[in-house]
């Protein structure tokens, strides 16, 4: 869909553009600020900051990608923000854990439905949980994700493999207690 006139709508800040921008694109845009906090308020927290951001900013959009991965950019790096910024993520935000058991292959062949693995990753500490969201879920590489959270490079990576880790084992102990369900 094209979006240039909404956007330079937007830019001249008439409201019924800038609610029509807000409606197509709050819904997905709160989903990806929920996986990134731990409730429902501090989702819409980082939402409403994020639509802030993206219509202080929309002049620099550029127009030759894709506004929706535009604003989802703004909305993950304004959650990051919200993370380092709220004291009660702090404590979870230790990047130096001690390690977890090496993954093995055969565990990550689980038979989970999507809310259920959604609900996993919600319960990851949040160190783990961003590192893992940035990677597996927005696609960034270790080395954006070290820019970005002021990391190093082998330090997300082993965070990543250490909340992969901890997800396989939860996962397995989920299926186990559905199966136990299913038996009973």
Known sequence: MEYSQLVKDCIKQKRPAQKQLYELFAPSMLGVCYRYTKNLDDAEDVLQEGFIKVYTHLTQFKHD??????????????ALTYLKKHSRYHSQMNFEQP??????EEEANMNLNTADLVELIRKLPAGYQTIFNLVAMEGYNHLEVAAMLGINENTSRSQYSRARALLIRQMGAMEKQ??????S
Do not use: C, K
Not at 178 to 183: E, F, G, K, S
């Open 65 to 78: 990608g894709e506004l929706g991965a535009w604003i989802r950019r703004i909305m993950v790096n304004t």
């Open 99 to 104: 390690p977890l058991h090496a993954v093995v």
């Open 178 to 183: 559905n199966n136990a369900r299913q038996i």
